[in-house]
């Protein structure tokens, strides 16, 4: 895909652009604040749709949307909105969680979350499920103000939270407890907002709901793995002290083998948690920058959202936190510990190997000697049978007459020439094998 960019007086240039270009672009679009009706009721769902589900939801979406005449979202689009009749429809993709938000108008004269959000949640039937459900919320926007009393009348007092805009120009308040339906009831009430701030509003607090819901999916893990790793530590501080008083290389290897069970058991817990605790504090960042961007205000003695998720919220996080620090401190000190007893186990193996050695040379000497006593003998055996034949030869050749020398004195005198040149032939035999094996 080219780009036409005017350059000089009034000259274009075709320019070709990185691939990556319009995503990157794009991406800043990906999700604009649509204008919303006053009032209306929002009833939004948040599915778990990692892995292959992301793909199958996808596929379904385009399905829906082609079977009523509808414009379907392409392969690279992670946003969409269907309008069809009343109703509108937003599907959001996400990393790994799917959203449907259907929006439609509401009764000016109904009370609110009336009718319940189960009979207006049925449009969600003519797609099939994404995945599991994680979020479900009824949102209703009232076309007034709250009366004063309206928020302690609808919501549970023990957890309601109320809180109004920067500007006031708004009051929204729930209790982050799901009713009778299933649903999280949020009620945003309108004192002079537009179309459009209505609908920025609402999506800000929907978005607040939903990745709140996503950042507390780190707690059933981190608690999954406090106990595990709460064994390590306490196995760790027995393996350390009996490493005070282990001596043998036997009980080294043994310890030495434990500690790397123990640090290949944290860090697949520590693998296995690592996304899941990385959502949870990127959740909780987008958490706050929703509640700064919204710049809430009290109303009354009532705790805003702010205050009332840092009471309930915070600690939970603290927890995924705090076990995600204690897995990396664990496995640092495996690590050291590990690297302790494996230096302690070489130094024990480094002093088997010189006794080894020792023992290697004094076999070595000894096999020299007894070596060099066989020799001694094979010379020895060899002359007595050289010369008892050289004897044998000179004894014939005197009785014939063709000798007049005595044979014993011939004998004798053949004895230290016969000794010399097999001891000397034994030695060039013995160095020439010496010089082979070199």
Request: charged share 20%; net charge neutral; aromatic share 6%.
């Amino acid at each position: 895909m080219s780009t036409d960019v005017l350059i000089g007086d009034g000259e274009t240039a075709r320019l070709a652009p990185h691939s990556l270009r319009a995503a990157i672009l794009g991406e800043v679009h990906a999700r604009p604040f649509t204008p919303i009706a006053i009032p209306s009721r929002i009833v939004h769902f948040a599915f778990d749709t990692s892995g292959a589900r992301a793909q199958a939801d996808r596929a379904n979406l385009v399905k829906f949307c082609e079977s009523r005449g509808l414009l379907a979202p392409s392969a690279a689009e992670k946003h969409h909105r269907a309008p069809f009749g009343s109703t509108v429809l937003r599907w959001e993709q996400h990393s790994e969680f799917t959203t449907y938000t259907w929006e439609m108008p509401a009764d000016p004269a109904a009370a609110p979350f009336h009718p319940d959000a189960a009979s207006l949640a049925l449009p969600m039937r003519l797609v099939p499920q994404p995945g599991p459900l994680l979020v479900a919320i009824d949102l209703h926007l009232l076309a007034e103000d709250l009366p004063r009393t309206a928020p302690e009348r609808l919501f549970d007092n023990a957890s309601l939270a109320v809180a109004e805009n920067s500007d006031g120009a708004a009051v929204y308040a729930t209790d982050f407890q799901p009713g009778p339906s299933g649903f999280v009831r949020i009620l945003v009430a309108n004192r002079q907002m537009s179309a459009e701030r209505a609908g920025a509003l609402v999506q800000r607090v929907i978005e607040l709901e939903t990745y709140r819901t996503f950042a507390l999916l780190g707690l059933p893990e981190a608690q999954r793995l406090a106990p595990s790793i709460a064994a390590s530590e306490r196995r760790l501080v027995e393996v350390t002290e009996q490493m005070r008083h282990a001596g043998d290389l036997a009980s080294n290897h043994k310890l030495l083998d434990e500690l790397t069970a123990l640090a290949a058991e944290v860090e697949a817990g520590a693998a296995a948690s690592v996304f899941r605790f990385g959502a949870s504090r990127a959740y909780e960042e987008i958490v706050e920058q929703r509640l700064q961007t919204i710049g809430e205000r009290k109303v009354g003695g009532l705790p805003t959202w702010s205050s009332f998720l840092a009471r309930r919220m915070k600690p939970a996080l603290r927890t995924c936190v705090t076990t995600e620090a204690r897995q990396s401190s664990l496995s640092l000190k495996l690590a050291r510990a590990a690297n302790l007893l494996r230096t302690r186990v070489d130094v024990e193996l480094e002093q088997q190997n010189q006794e080894l050695l020792k023992s290697m040379n004094a076999r070595t000497r000894l096999q020299l000697r007894l070596q060099a006593t066989v020799e001694g003998l094979s010379v020895a055996a060899i002359t007595y049978y050289v010369v008892s034949l050289f004897g044998y030869l000179a004894k014939a050749a005197h009785e014939s007459g063709g000798v007049a020398v005595d044979p014993s004195i011939s004998t004798a005198a053949f004895v230290p020439v016969a000794g010399f040149a097999i001891w000397w032939t034994v030695r060039r035999i013995r160095k020439k094998h010496i010089v082979g094996e070199e």
